[in-house]
T-cell receptor
């Protein structure tokens, strides 16, 4: 099964600043996905990151606010720009990989962001 | 957009009891996935379902892909304290890569 490392695991940031979250996978994957989980809520897809092309953003999310890089098949970054307290959430990256006998989406442990 | 309606939102049960939760949608899904999330962690895949009518078990967990392709359920038998957490269903639409998540079921177990 794929191992996903996310950094940082948590951070407290000042409003107006930006934070870049890194996601490293231990094997090559075509697509990487970035999700947001607001406090007490479910997961919402922010964007899909493909290597060699621009990320595809979901409705309600824009590149200026959440720029994404995908320089190779094992790594991606998500930046949360010009942060406000409303951006306080858990941000998770995910890939579609085999987990045991299942094919499904594997998630990193997430980045818990608090904006003050 | 597509929505998954997951119920119940929360459950408070005694250790040893069986648990049942389900997800429904107005859309047809190709894949149903069930995840568990514990505090400070990302969701962990429990069971994946790929065919309508499919019934799959993983230890004390059993999940089924509804015949209409619009629903799925997850059962947990003989619950134990480590079953505590939030359980999410997720569906993948035909031809789509992304997942749509249910709102989650928070399971609390009294010893």
């Amino acid at each position: 099964s794929a191992v996903i490392s996310q950094k940082p695991s948590r951070d407290i940031c000042q409003r107006g600043t930006s934070l870049t979250i890194q996601c490293q996978v231990d094997s090559q994957v075509t697509m990487m996905f970035w999700y947001r989980q607001q406090p007490g809520q479910s997961l919402t897809l922010i964007a899909t990151a493909n290597q060699g092309s621009e990320a595809t953003y979901e409705s309600g999310f824009v590149i200026d606010k959440f720029p994404i890089s995908r320089p190779n098949l094992t790594f991606s970054t998500l930046t949360v720009s010009n942060m406000s307290p409303e951006d306080s959430s858990i941000y998770l990256c995910s890939v579609d990989r085999k987990v045991g006998s299942n094919y499904g989406y594997t998630f990193g442990s997430g980045t818990r962001l608090t904006v003050v | 957009g597509q929505q998954l309606n997951q119920s119940p939102q929360s459950m408070f049960i005694q250790e040893g009891e069986d648990v049942s939760m389900n997800c429904t949608s107005s859309s047809i899904f190709n894949t149903w996935l069930w995840y568990k999330q514990e505090p400070g962690e990302g969701p962990v895949l429990l069971i994946a379902l790929y065919k309508a009518g499919e019934l799959t078990s993983n230890g004390r967990l059993t999940a089924q892909f509804g015949i209409t392709r619009k629903d799925s359920f997850l059962n947990i038998s003989a619950s134990i304290p480590s079953d505590v957490g939030i359980y999410f269903c997720a569906g993948q639409l035909r031809g789509a890569q992304k997942l749509v998540f249910g709102q989650g079921t928070r399971l609390t177990i009294n010893p």
